[in-house]
């Protein structure tokens, strides 16, 4: 008589397609590609001015450019955790990382926007593939008492990069040239690719799940998200519905995704049912991280954001300051963190991490414009306790209250979250933010009418500054008139990132009484040390 095949328990990691001699190099890699994936993406956004001008782009290629380079990670990434379980880790992450180094060398190199173009969506479309199998090999391949240690190193890499970007944009602006934002993964991919071929197994491809394969729903997810993503990415530029152009965009794939849920429910095989997210505390879990996006704005674009328009700063003014005061404080906060999370419920680690971004969030509304980059340094490290604490202790809460058996569909899931709700949320804020200085402008302008007293009174003060210049009466008029509309206009840019603030941090309060509703952790590996067998650290059965 047969056996039947063990069915895994909850919390407990499915067993390799194959065993890896050196699985240290396998997860090494796919933290190294984490990494690649967050600077990356950070270098990208903050250095486009810079590259706009290199490559003689306008204002709207370089956004399409953006889009082009980013909307193909959403389109791949749902798919890459069924792609490695199918076709074996080594071919899925080996050859896109040598083709990755090899598109980042020609990019400086090339000029005309349509080779731009579909240079950025091809490397959009590899780097997609880096990230999303990083959970899954790090449960499949260490024992359980290490898994805490690396979700945080790769919960980490998502802070770290949104802090140190300006301080590296800085440093190859004034040091090496822009041509470096690309030309570092010239030294990082193919490293990445050696440690794959050293780590991983060669594998068979499990022909059993490409006859199973659920295309329809693999193409409907990540071309709807990616269609929505290009259609927020470009909404606030566009003026959102009323462009007929948003309108498509995200109408279409708002309908790709519905069409994808209708699918999932009448196929034989649904490849992420949404099953997977339907218990309580799993969908409370991803819930908590679309708050995490939302209030974390506070320090990946509300601080940079003000420096730079507001202060007038680049990147090499602000980055060192920044990454001096959030940065690097992120490095003790996640060892707190893996400490809190290993012998405490995760959830008061998160609650700890939301109180700190209410701190920070609400430490913003007393926002001058007269704040420079040091001065945001004790919001900075209220900011780093927030990015230390929260994430990882999401992930690691998500993650034990999910079914091993489901783990593709959950890692689709999870790349849909990380991707499509942090770019809603940065598009909604910088709407936000747009609307929020057009109503302050146009409140401040209701006490400087052109024939006030006070009003001719600064225009006259402002005369009397630029009347050395030598210039003409007309001149002078014209020149203080427009001086004290940009006081206007700074001031009323002030009061709305203090909207955004207050914003955050309404977020952070909403996402507490979300934690509050969740329930426990199970036992398992990822659960307390104090809830486990034998109060000890349980290993793989892998």
């Known amino acids: 008589m047969s056996t039947a095949p063990a069915t895994p328990r909850p919390n407990e990691a499915p067993p390799p397609g194959g065993q890896a001699t050196r699985p240290l190099c396998a997860v ?274 509300l601080v940079p954001g003000f420096l730079t328009t507001v202060a007038a700063l680049r990147p090499e003014e602000i980055g060192l300051a920044i990454f001096l005061t959030t940065g690097l404080p992120v490095v003790f906060t996640t060892m707190i963190a893996v400490f809190l999370v290993r012998h405490f419920d995760a959830r008061i680690t998160m609650l700890l991490g939301f109180v700190a971004f209410a701190v920070a969030g609400r430490m913003g509304t007393q926002l001058t414009a007269e704040w420079a980059p040091w001065t945001f340094a004790p919001m900075g490290a209220v900011q780093a306790v927030g990015q230390g604490f929260t994430l990882l202790a999401v992930i690691v809460y998500i993650l034990a209250n999910s079914d091993p058996r489901n783990a593709t569909a959950s890692a689709a899931y999870i790349q849909v979250l990380r991707l499509g709700g942090a770019e809603t949320a940065t598009s909604l804020m910088a709407t936000f933010l747009r609307h929020r200085e057009q109503l302050h402008s146009y409140l401040i302008g209701l006490h400087v009418p052109a024939d006030g007293m006070r009003t001719q009174d600064a225009l006259g003060l402002l005369s009397g500054v630029y009347a050395g210049d030598g210039a003409s009466p007309q001149a002078l008029a014209a020149r203080s008139a427009l001086s004290l509309s940009q006081m206007v206009s700074r001031q009323a840019n002030v009061l709305s990132y203090i909207d955004g603030f207050q914003l955050t941090c309404w977020a952070a309060l909403v996402a507490l009484a979300l934690v509050a509703l969740m329930g426990e952790v199970p036992a398992g590996p990822l659960a307390p040390v104090r809830w486990r067998p034998g109060g000890r650290a349980m290993r793989s059965p892998a």
């Not at 810079?50 to 709207?60: E, K, P, V």
């Not at 193919?190 to 006859?211: N, W, Y």
């Not at 659920?214 to 259609?231: C, F, R, T």
């Open 28 to 301: 090494a890699a796919v933290l190294l590609g984490s990494f690649l994936v967050g600077f990356d993406t950070r270098l990208f956004t903050i250095g486009l001015p810079d590259l706009r001008g290199a490559y003689g782009l306008s204002f709207d290629q370089g956004a399409w450019l953006n889009t082009f380079a980013t909307a193909p990670q959403i389109l791949i990434a749902p798919a890459v955790a069924w792609l490695a379980a199918t076709f074996g880790v080594r071919r899925v992450l080996f050859w896109p990382s040598l083709a990755y180094a090899a598109i980042s060398f020609v990019l400086p190199l090339v000029r005309g926007f349509e080779v731009l173009v579909v240079l950025h969506a091809l490397r959009g479309l590899l780097l997609g593939v880096f990230i999303p199998a990083t959970i899954m090999i790090v449960l499949r391949t260490l024992p359980s008492r290490w898994w805490v240690p690396t979700l945080a190193v790769y919960a980490f890499r998502l802070a770290f990069s949104l802090n140190t970007g300006p301080l590296l944009i800085g440093l190859y602006d004034e040091r090496f040239g822009w041509h470096w934002i690309y030309w570092q993964d010239m030294i990082i991919a193919p490293l990445m690719g050696l440690l794959v071929l050293l780590g991983t197994p060669r594998q068979k491809p499990d022909i059993s799940l490409l006859e199973r394969a659920d295309w329809g729903g693999m193409v409907l997810l990540g071309g709807g998200w990616a269609l929505i993503y290009a259609g927020l990415d470009q909404g606030n530029r566009l003026d959102w519905f009323e462009s007929g152009l948003i309108t498509s965009l995200i109408g279409g794939g708002a309908l790709l995704i519905l069409a994808f849920f209708i699918n999932e429910l009448s196929v034989r095989h649904p490849w992420a049912s949404h099953k997977v997210i339907a218990t309580r505390n799993v969908g409370l879990g991803c819930l908590v991280v679309l708050g995490y996006t939302t209030t974390s704005l506070s320090n990946s674009q």
